[in-house]
C-alpha cells in the first residue's frame, strides 16, 4: 500500500515560482508512474504533469496549459516526486493532488490511479 504526502504549497505572486514534492512511503515507488492533478473550486480535477516508473524510463507529459512552465521529476533515493512550477498565472490556483499507479506507464485519466495524496493548497495572486 503506497502512502503519498504532498507539501510545498502556498501563496505566490503571478509570475513566481513554487517546488511540491510527494513523498511515499509503504511501497516501491520507483515502479509506479506519478501524475500530478489539480482541482480548483467548482471544477474537475485535470491531469497537470506525469511521470512514468524507473523500470519504463524517464518520459514526462504534460497538460498543454502547463507545458514550458511546469517540470516534473523524481528522487527515487527519496522516493520523492518534485513538480517545479515557473512563471505561475492566476488560472493556476487550486488544490494539487498527487496520485500513483500500479501501472508504469502515465495516464492523464484520474480514475486510472490507484493511491492519492490529500492535496496541498496552491494560490497564486495577480
Known amino acids: 500500500q503506497v502512502q503519498l504526502v504532498e507539501s510545498g504549497g502556498g501563496l505566490v505572486q503571478a509570475g513566481g515560482s513554487l517546488r511540491l514534492s510527494c513523498s511515499a512511503s509503504?511501497?516501491?515507488?520507483?515502479?509506479?508512474?506519478v501524475g500530478w492533478f489539480r482541482q480548483a473550486p467548482g471544477s474537475e480535477r485535470e491531469f497537470v504533469a506525469g511521470i512514468v516508473g524507473t523500470s519504463i524510463g524517464s518520459s514526462t507529459y504534460y497538460a498543454d496549459s502547463v507545458k514550458g512552465r511546469f517540470t516534473i521529476s523524481r528522487d527515487n533515493a527519496q522516493n520523492t516526486v518534485f513538480l517545479q512550477m515557473n512563471s505561475l498565472k492566476s488560472e493556476d490556483t487550486a488544490v494539487y493532488y498527487c496520485a500513483a499507479r500500479r501501472f508504469g506507464i502515465v495516464n492523464m485519466i484520474k480514475s486510472a490511479y490507484d493511491y492519492w495524496g490529500q492535496g496541498t493548497q496552491v494560490t497564486v495572486s495577480s
Open positions: 509503504g511501497g516501491t515507488f520507483r515502479s509506479v508512474a
